[in-house]
């Protein structure tokens, strides 16, 4: 934790940018540059930018770490899941096109969930691997 | 004319950048040395139109990495790479070996952009042209990565997320098995 009030005031005016920067790619994917991989790690580095500022205490109370790891699991099985969901609609594995009355709804639905699934996954794994690393130094 | 120069000064940075990466021992600059690089990279990919790498590289290759650098040279407590005399004669031949075939192997390639390019006439051409109209997703590279090459990218997800377990199995630190009766005897 540091007592940089530069620091501090900074890290707190430009969290909640990151978090609704990545909420944007994640969301924005299908017209814009990015999707699930690069607004997971984007979510991920606020909490990044939040530890080295405040501490691993505190972010570690904010996202706790099972937390952590249940949304890790959750993240692969919406992925797959949604897979299988095209499966019990009629189609194969991964084919989105059942998923809506429409095929091309259907496809943009299973992009959206499966997108998800990957941001999810991937900012949580990020955040466990950062976390798992930094305890090593305390306990050292 | 001006995306020659910027090219040129990229890459330009890029090679100074590897050999200022070459010479430094000190582990804390090489690790933000190596952030540098990545941005620089970024930067590439976004001349060269990629922006959906340059966002991966920029936030994998620059914030998350380098964090995680850092972390693992707190942890180590070691901030100098260990000084070795001479040249190593062996990894130098192999690394000179493998860029000499690589920069054979470019020369056969079509140019860059080249719309006659196999890869741009057989699968590429069908995405672009029949790509919004089956997955109305306007971002091709969206609509590739997730729908068209959807089990790749499943792979790649349980990929990472297998890192994460591998880390935590290794790394997160339990307390040790105690047999029973040993804590009796330790009070």
């Known amino acids: 934790m540091t007592q940089n009030s530069i620091l501090r005031t900074i890290a ?5 940018i990151i978090l609704l920067y990545a909420f944007y790619v994640q969301f924005h994917g299908d017209y814009s540059p990015g999707g699930g991989f690069q607004a997971g790690v984007i979510f991920s580095s606020a909490f990044l930018l939040y530890a ?21 699991c ?18 194969e594995f991964l084919n989105y096109s059942t998923l809506a009355s429409e095929p091309v709804a259907g496809q943009h639905l299973g992009i959206i969930l ?24 305390r306990t050292q | 004319m001006i995306s020659l120069v910027i090219d040129i000064v990229l890459l330009l940075f890029l090679v100074v950048m590897a050999f200022a990466i070459l010479r430094m021992h000190h582990l804390l600059a090489v690790a933000m040395l190596f952030g540098l690089y990545s941005l620089l990279v970024a930067g590439v990919f976004t001349v060269l139109d990629a922006p959906d790498v340059a966002f991966t590289e920029a936030a994998v290759g620059t914030g998350i990495s380098t964090v995680l650098m850092l972390a693992t040279l707190a942890a180590t407590r070691s901030t100098h790479e260990r000084r070795r005399k001479g040249v190593a004669w062996m990894p130098l031949c192999i690394c000179i070996a493998t860029g000499a075939l690589l920069i054979y192997g470019i020369h056969n390639m079509p140019n860059l952009g080249d719309p006659t390019a196999p890869q741009h006439t057989e699968v590429a051409k069908r995405f672009i042209e029949s790509g919004q109209a089956e997955t109305g997703v306007p971002n091709l590279v969206t609509a590739v990565l997730a729908s068209y090459r ?29 047999i029973r009766g040993e804590q009796h005897d330790a009070k």
């Not at chain 1, 080295?52 to 890790?72: C, E, I, N, Q, Y």
């Not at chain 1, 959750?74 to 189609?91: E, W």
């Not at chain 2, 499943?154 to 880390?167: K, P, Q, R, S, Y």
């Open chain 1, 52 to 72: 080295l500022v405040f501490g691993l205490d505190a972010a570690a109370k904010v996202m706790p770490d099972w937390v952590l790891s249940t949304v890790a």
């Open chain 2, 150 to 178: 959807g089990f790749d990218t499943l792979g790649e997800v349980t990929v990472v997320f297998t890192a994460g377990i591998g880390v935590m199995l290794l790394l997160v630190r339990r307390e040790k098995p105690r």
């Open chain 1, 74 to 91: 959750l993240g692969v099985l919406l992925y797959a899941g949604t897979g299988i969901a095209g499966m019990v609609f009629g189609g």
């Open chain 1, 114 to 137: 499966i997108e998800l699934g990957v941001g999810l996954t991937v900012a949580s794994v990020m955040l466990i691997i950062f976390f798992t690393f930094a305890r090593r130094i």
């Open chain 1, 12 to 16: 707190k005016f430009l969290l909640p």
